[in-house]
């Protein structure tokens, strides 16, 4: 049985980017982009390590940036498996930037990527299960199982009230907003 279960440390992926001035806005911080396409690719690594497979990103979990990424820091991002379902996987990363020159550093974001491994024919296929070996990793697999429902009841919630829209009653909603209809 063991066979089709694989540790999360076995997928464990990091990934280090040196900030180069490319990457700045107009504020001279890292866009948020180049953040966002890093973890991509880590959450890729580290899916399709654990599947053995191709991944593709089904759905990003919120991803608030607390704080600016400065040019010449060293981006770190780690990424792990945090929950298995059959064809789907959660991919929990951690944004860590360093910074030489004051010898400190933080944690700017974290996220939740769900990636989905595809066999040959580009359909979902299953993926192996996961050996959860401590309290944390544990915990982290009961928060994505809350998170899953969470985001399923959000998504009903979302349908409903796109249908709402349509009726002449929530239209007034919009006279105590910042906006006209013309
Ligand atoms: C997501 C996708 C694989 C779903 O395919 P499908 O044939 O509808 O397959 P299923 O409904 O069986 O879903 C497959 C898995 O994805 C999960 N899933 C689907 N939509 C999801 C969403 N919005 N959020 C989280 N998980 C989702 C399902 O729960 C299921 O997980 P499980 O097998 O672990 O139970 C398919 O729509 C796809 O390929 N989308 C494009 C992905 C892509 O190209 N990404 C890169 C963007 S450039």
């Given amino acids: 049985m063991e066979k089709d279960y694989r540790?999360?440390?076995f997928?464990?992926?990091?990934?280090t980017e040196l900030m180069i001035p490319a990457y700045a806005n107009f504020g001279g911080k890292v866009h948020g982009g180049i953040l966002l396409s890093m973890m991509d690719k880590v959450a890729y690594a580290c899916a399709s390590k654990h599947a053995s497979n191709y991944c593709v990103t089904v759905s990003?979990?919120?991803v608030d940036f607390w704080e600016p990424v400065e040019v010449g820091?060293?981006?770190t991002?780690?990424?792990s498996v945090n929950y298995v379902g059959k064809t789907s996987m959660v991919v929990g990363i951690k944004v860590i930037s360093e910074n030489f020159k004051t010898g400190t550093s933080k944690h700017t974001n974290s996220s939740?990527?769900?990636m989905v491994a595809k066999d040959d024919n580009n359909k979902p296929t299953l993926v192996p299960g996961l050996i959860l070996e401590t309290s944390v990793q544990v915990k982290r697999f009961l928060k994505a199982i809350k998170q899953r429902e969470i985001n399923k009841q959000n998504a009903e919630q979302m349908?409903?009230?796109r249908l709402a829209f349509l009726s002449d009653s929530e239209s007034?909603?919009?006279k105590h907003e910042r906006c006209v209809v013309r």
Avoid: G, K, N, P
């Fill in 11 to 15: 997928s464990q992926t990091s990934i």
């Fill in 60 to 62: 990003v979990d919120q």
């Fill in 77 to 79: 991002m780690l990424a």
């Fill in 7 to 9: 540790t999360v440390a």
């Fill in 172 to 174: 007034s909603i919009l």
């Fill in 73 to 75: 820091e060293m981006v």
């Fill in 112 to 114: 939740y990527f769900t």
């Fill in 159 to 161: 349908r409903e009230a």
